[in-house]
């Protein structure tokens, strides 16, 4: 039986002093995400799943969703208000960094050190906005190589020849390695944020609405460039989109998302060809018209 690579567990998080009421008061039953009482946002609430080896799987949903939140959650940028989380991997240098065993530990509630450890040796993420993942006015090489600097790599011309490595592998000529990203295109620059999250060999790569802004042929050279790589290097990943082409093209197993919640999940192509849920046939339904 194959064991999850990570298990999440209750996942929830607000926005505001919250209140007794707002998770009572909200979620896809009600249609709405704020609490009427306090007003505060309800980003996600009860968010359950596992995520298995080399899986690729999908978050759907539109715009305040909270699937992006459960992406920032993971990485470990937002403190959840509730939940669990457990990865079944054993990195011993990791593990000797930290000083405890991953295994059956909360890593929710490690701190802040421990947390930032973790992220920079086992996770890889690439937002949709470059300049989030990107330091636009310093080196494309030496983006990667700041990545490489937090995993412990020390040795200059060790870190630039990975760093060209990992250009290349991503179509971004190393001729160009010694630009800035703010000189690249949109498309060009998403391939600099893929090749930095790469850089570390992750344990979990998050894909946060990576071709949202691209136009229609860039996004495709993108996601043709994710694909292969997924082929390539087999790397268990999550991909967050609006977009049920993307979540069709590159993901295995989908979760939908409304209103903070979970309202359906299963293997891709059933969620797309027989959604069950209300929210899950509209989704699919305004894809097609």
Not at 241 to 256: E, W
Not at 260 to 276: A, F, M, R, Y
Request: net charge neutral; with cysteine.
């Amino acid at each position: 039986m194959i064991r999850p690579v990570l298990k999440i567990k209750g996942l929830s998080k607000r926005h505001g002093r919250g209140c007794p009421s707002c998770y009572n008061l909200t979620g896809p039953q009600h249609d709405r995400n704020i609490c009427p009482q306090c007003q505060s946002v309800v980003a996600c609430h009860n968010i359950t799943f596992e995520l298995f080896p080399k899986e690729v799987l999908g978050i759907v949903g539109e715009s305040g969703s909270g699937k992006s939140t459960v992406i920032k959650l993971l990485n470990f940028d937002l403190e959840p208000d509730e939940g669990e989380l457990y990865v079944n991997h054993s990195n011993s240098e990791v593990e000797n960094r930290i000083g405890l065993p991953l295994e059956g530990q909360n890593l929710f509630t490690l701190n802040s050190f421990r947390k930032r450890l973790l992220r920079n040796f086992m996770i890889g993420v690439v937002y949709q906005h470059p300049h989030l993942g990107l330091r636009l006015n310093v080196s494309s090489g030496g983006n990667i190589a700041e990545r490489l600097l937090m995993a412990d790599w020390r040795h200059v011309g060790d870190m630039r020849e990975r760093s060209a490595e990992l250009l290349a592998k991503t179509e971004v000529p190393v001729s160009r390695m010694d630009e800035p990203p703010r000189n690249f295109s949109g498309g060009m620059q998403q391939r600099v944020q893929i090749a930095k999250a790469l850089s570390n060999e992750p344990m979990l790569l998050l894909l946060d609405e990576v071709t949202s802004g691209l136009d229609v042929s860039v996004q495709a050279r993108v996601l043709d460039l994710i694909r292969s790589l997924q082929h390539e290097l087999h790397v268990t990943t999550i991909v967050v989109s609006h977009d049920l082409g993307v979540i069709k093209m590159l993901t295995s197993r989908t979760i939908v998302m409304k209103n903070g919640h979970i309202v359906e999940s299963g293997l891709t192509d059933q969620v797309l060809e027989d959604p069950q849920h209300p929210y899950s046939q509209l989704l699919v339904s305004s894809a097609l018209t």
